[in-house]
């Protein structure tokens, strides 16, 4: 497995496959890898001829009272991982490498749908993630960029981005992996103790409750709504930063269900935030 630290090597990995006509993917990631990554991995190996992963915990995107000193990392474990996934390279920089003036002057703002669910309890998230995905996509100039639908939020927010900055890349969002009871994959797992881990499932399960209800007709997101809150109200160790139904594309509230919406969780259990979410397709399938 090729690791590039230096944005200049990577600048000569790509000149070299894309002089041969080679198409890049793309999939930016903080490493700590797991399935969830491995799977954008793979879909990255089947669309594209070649496949650079960047393995990045970006402080710009991460509050003051945040875990960026203790986010798990591993890149000896995660460039095993990746090859066999079928990664040609990995691009892990330092921070100084990505930032040597450090706070940019310039960052990269999305507003409105930056402005609600994580953006509303995450100040700056959003222009964190969006700036290191711009840079991302400056230095490697991918054909295609791989994230999961598991941050559906932030998915949303590079795809208009990428629109409405005209960036030369294909934003392509994959579903959400899941563990074998139903929790989503994440690399702040880890985090949970085993406790911790069992009320963890209330998410997965409170979201596919409102899947049942509204499978069964239900179209009053506040009623689906309550649903989804009492189940997670149940188990003592979880508090509700938001829950929320949006409509797909530009995540704003709806009250009568009848346009695709994503119904959006983020939860504390214990100290460790976990989001999850569900798109339901709605009766106009718009
Ligand atoms: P992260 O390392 O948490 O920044 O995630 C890197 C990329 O992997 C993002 O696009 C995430 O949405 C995606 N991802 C993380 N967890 C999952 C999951 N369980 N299923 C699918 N994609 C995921």
Redesign the pocket.
Known sequence: MLILKKISEVRDWVRRKSSKGGQIGLV????YLHE??L??ARAARRENDFVIMSIFVNPLQFGANEDLDTYPRDLKRDSQLAAAAGVDAIFAPEVSEMYPYYPQLTTVNVTEITEVLCGAVRPGHFSGVATVVTKLFNIVQPDRAY?????YQ?CLVIKRMVADLNMPVEIKM?P??REKDGL????RNVYLSEEERRQALCLNEALRICRDLYDKGERSARKLLDAVQDRIRQEPLAAIDYAEICSAELLQEVDEIKENVVVALAVRIGSTRLIDNIVLEGDTGV
Request: net charge neutral.
């Open positions: 930016p990631t903080m490493g969830g990554h799977s954008l994230f999961g639908q598991k941050d932030q994959v959400i992996v989503a994959m994440s690399s």
